[in-house]
């Protein structure tokens, strides 16, 4: 079934046809290590996904992290968590001498096997291998050079923010970055080394995956880190003083998370001189999701229209107020560049016609999550009946309660009018929300994993504003029912949804 304006706006195959896919982020598989990895349990997750007729795959952003784990507050927009490499490709390789691919004990430890594989593929690297590498790192320069240097003086600085390091080095002065270049060296080229060791990883599980009908769904935060490559190296496109400080902060308002609203802490663009740069750095950064992405989710994407200003000095967000942004001259120049822009709309929480208007104008998708659609009456936007074509319809998201936790949840009244709206007086949660999903006339309908699995509320991935034990989850396969993928395949196929 095609959709009107599919074609010319950029989402192509991805919403040619009905789908139904999973959301695990990939430090949520299985496996001996601290997180799972790019190793065979991504491999085998990709078959379970297959085996139940789901052609898509969501996680969240794949950067690396503070030591929050934060996969929306990274120290990179580009380089790709070096803590995803699966140590087992690596002796695969022969890189690793064999037993050094055991799960370390800590981060420390694992730092020192991917340094011990970056000196055995300098010792038993193919020539083909190492043409690939010097072809790697000369493509990807732009950023490449900036997020090793930073990722060096941040290690040496004792994983300092870089608004903490010596004036020289925190102004960027060349005499000082010159100097830096000469004695780091070895860390530099040892962070190039990882990146193009996970570049190398994540594509061979991409073709994997895409040959078996499978597209990655990644997701792309709005905003950047204050501590982060990109901010260090581009301090003109940001909003901060002289010495690098925030003069205001992102965040939203109250909302249905939090009363006090959400003070994020990122940084705001200075959007006037992103414009007169042609809005270089955000084509640079779209490069790299479309490279690394079949679909990418574009996380507030309310903020491109306009955005919650908080003041630094603020504890809360209550104190904000709504700033205009360049959306509409932005996802020009991006359609322009890219002409296909496989893109979807994170367009959730308080929405104006203003942001409505600017989604639509570039044919986005938008979302609707059913754990949003039971209050407000018949006309809620999230209740199935009120769905359109070109969006996303998920049970729940990262951010949400898992579906049998949140329906534990719910007063006697609500439940009974979940179980009245889907029909469901006694089918045991999530089933029931699942169906409603599948059955949607969304394009694409995704399942938090959490959801086939019908796990409750210790098993959620985030609580949105609580700042500690979120990003942890993880699961085994002995917990996923033996059923799950044939009795998901049969609802993927009876909704119009399955595998082809």
Known sequence: ?????????????????????????????????????????????????????????????????????????????????????????????????????????????????????????????????????????EHHRAWLDDYALYTALRAEHQDRAWLDWPISLRDRQPAALEEAYRRLAGPIEQARFEQFVFDRQWHDLRRYANERGVLLFGDMPIFVAHDSAEVWAHREFFALDAQGRQEVVAGVPPDYFSETGQRWGNPHYRWDRLEADGFGWWVQRMATQLRLFDLTRVDHFRGFQAYWEIPAEAQTAIDGRWVEAPGEALFTRLHEHFHQLPLVAEDLGYITPEVEALRRQFALPGMKVLQFAFGGGPDNPYLPHNHELLSVVYTGTHDNDTTVGWFNALADEAEAYVRDYLAAPKEAMPWPLIRAALASVAQLAVLPMQDVMALGSEHRMNVPGVSSDNWRWRFEWDQVPADAATRLHHLVGLYGRALR
């Open 1 to 137: 079934m095609a959709i009107s304006g599919i074609a010319d706006k950029g989402l192509a195959d991805a919403f040619a046809a009905r789908r139904a896919g999973l959301l695990l982020h990939p430090t949520s598989l299985p496996g001996p290590g601290e997180h799972g990895d790019l190793g065979p349990e991504a491999y085998r997750f990709v078959d379970f996904l297959q085996s139940a007729g789901c052609s898509v795959w969501q996680m969240l952003p794949l950067g690396p992290t503070h030591a929050d784990r934060s996969p929306y507050q990274c120290l990179s927009v580009h380089a790709g968590n070096s803590e995803l490499i699966s140590l087992q490709a690596l002796s695969d390789e022969g890189w690793l001498e064999h037993g050094d691919d055991r799960p370390p004990p800590d981060r420390g430890a694992r730092q020192a096997r991917l340094e011990a594989a970056y000196n055995g593929f300098l010792s038993h690297g193919t020539d083909a291998q190492r043409a690939e590498y010097r072809r790697f790192v």
